[in-house]
Nanobody, 126 residues
Framework: VQLQASGGGLVQAGDSLRLSCAASGRAFSGYHMGWFRQAPGKEREFVAVINRGGSSTTYADSVKGRFTISRVNAKNTGYLQINNLKPEDTAAYYC????????????????????WGQGTQVTVSS
């Protein structure tokens, strides 16, 4: 499956953004989907994952309560709603897809994901 993330931008602290991840090539509904982020000079960081059907989600502790992952399989699209943005949320955000078992995927390890989008930049000014 090919993925393309979009929706990033330059925003102010406290603003909201909705990132999108458009999938093509193979049945999106067959993949678990995740979001990761990478700030300059830092390693790629797990943000959230959602299972194939959209019934289960897991979040990094640092984003719980502000981030919401979702998907609409009929549209082959996943989403990441980000509320109350903070300067420390500044990063390139990547969507990813996995065929691994859900018990593996929810660990949030990047190596569990075989397909990656190109990333969309989110910059939060204080």
């Amino acid at each position: 499956v090919q993925l393309q993330a979009s929706g990033g931008g330059l925003v102010q602290a406290g603003d909201s953004l909705r990132l999108s991840c458009a999938a093509s090539g193979r049945a999106f509904s067959g993949y678990h989907m995740g979001w990761f982020r990478q700030a300059p000079g830092k390693e790629r960081e797990f943000v959230a994952v959602i299972n194939r059907g959209g019934s289960s989600t897991t979040y990094a502790d640092s984003v719980k309560g502000r981030f919401t992952i979702s998907r609409v399989n009929a549209k082959n699209t996943g989403y990441l709603q980000i509320n109350n943005l903070k300067p420390e949320d500044t990063a390139a955000y990547y969507c990813a897809a996995s065929l691994a078992p859900w018990s593996i995927v929810l660990r949030g390890t990047p190596s569990s994901f075989g397909s990656w989008g190109q990333g969309t930049q989110v910059t939060v000014s204080s």
